[in-house]
């Protein structure tokens, strides 16, 4: 039982911390029962270890797009990105207020940025509520530069 308690612990992720448990067993023996917990720790944290490795490295896939929501209604919207500092290959979703909307104007944050950043792969997918495309911009872009996509209905 006291192994099993163990465990549940660990898995909660207490298994970085020492733990020393007397008198909560039933063997009236304190040095076995401190080794057997010592060893159920020991095994638990490699567990958890285990456990928390496999979790970090799904959830740090790559080329996972930014996701992104467009402000607006129905008939438009816009979105900005961030382009300051640069991107390479940088996948972006924008979520879409309707259905109806056309190929966004792109405007940059300064006249002089034009030019400094590329958007290929652009696409609507999911019956025209998502825009996705890749952005790639140049490294000597400003912190806080971005670009500003307009949507609008169709014409």
Same mark, same amino acid.
């Given at each position: 039982?006291?192994? &099993? &308690?163990?465990?549940?612990?660990?898995?909660?992720?207490?298994?970085?911390?020492? %733990?020393? %448990?007397?008198? /909560?067993?039933?063997?009236?023996?304190?040095?076995?029962?401190?080794?057997?917990?010592?060893?159920?720790?020991?095994?638990?944290?490699?567990?958890?270890?285990?456990?928390?490795?496999?979790?970090?490295?799904?959830?740090?896939?790559?080329?996972?797009?930014?996701?992104?929501? /467009?402000?607006?209604?129905?008939?438009? /919207?816009?979105?900005?990105?961030?382009?300051?500092?640069?991107?390479?290959?940088?996948?972006?979703?924008?979520?879409?207020?309707?259905?109806?909307?056309?190929?966004?104007?792109?405007?940059?944050?300064?006249?002089?940025? =034009?030019?400094?950043?590329?958007?290929?792969?652009? =696409?609507?997918?999911?019956?025209?509520?998502?825009?996705?495309?890749?952005?790639?911009?140049?490294?000597?872009?400003?912190?806080?530069?971005?670009?500003?996509?307009?949507?609008?209905? =169709?014409?």
């Amino acid at each position: 039982m006291t192994a &099993r &308690r163990l465990l549940a612990i660990a898995a909660a992720g207490a298994a970085a911390t020492t %733990l020393v %448990l007397t008198g /909560c067993g039933g063997s009236s023996d304190t040095a076995a029962s401190t080794a057997d917990t010592a060893a159920a720790t020991a095994t638990a944290a490699a567990d958890t270890t285990a456990t928390t490795d496999t979790t970090a490295t799904t959830s740090t896939t790559a080329g996972a797009p930014k996701q992104v929501d /467009c402000m607006g209604a129905e008939e438009a /919207c816009s979105v900005k990105i961030p382009i300051g500092g640069g991107a390479s290959n940088k996948a972006y979703e924008v979520a879409l207020t309707g259905t109806n909307l056309g190929e966004p104007t792109v405007t940059p944050s300064a006249p002089d940025e =034009k030019g400094s950043y590329e958007i290929s792969d652009a =696409k609507f997918t999911t019956g025209g509520s998502i825009y996705s495309f890749t952005l790639n911009a140049v490294g000597s872009l400003p912190q806080g530069a971005y670009i500003t996509l307009d949507f609008a209905t =169709k014409k």
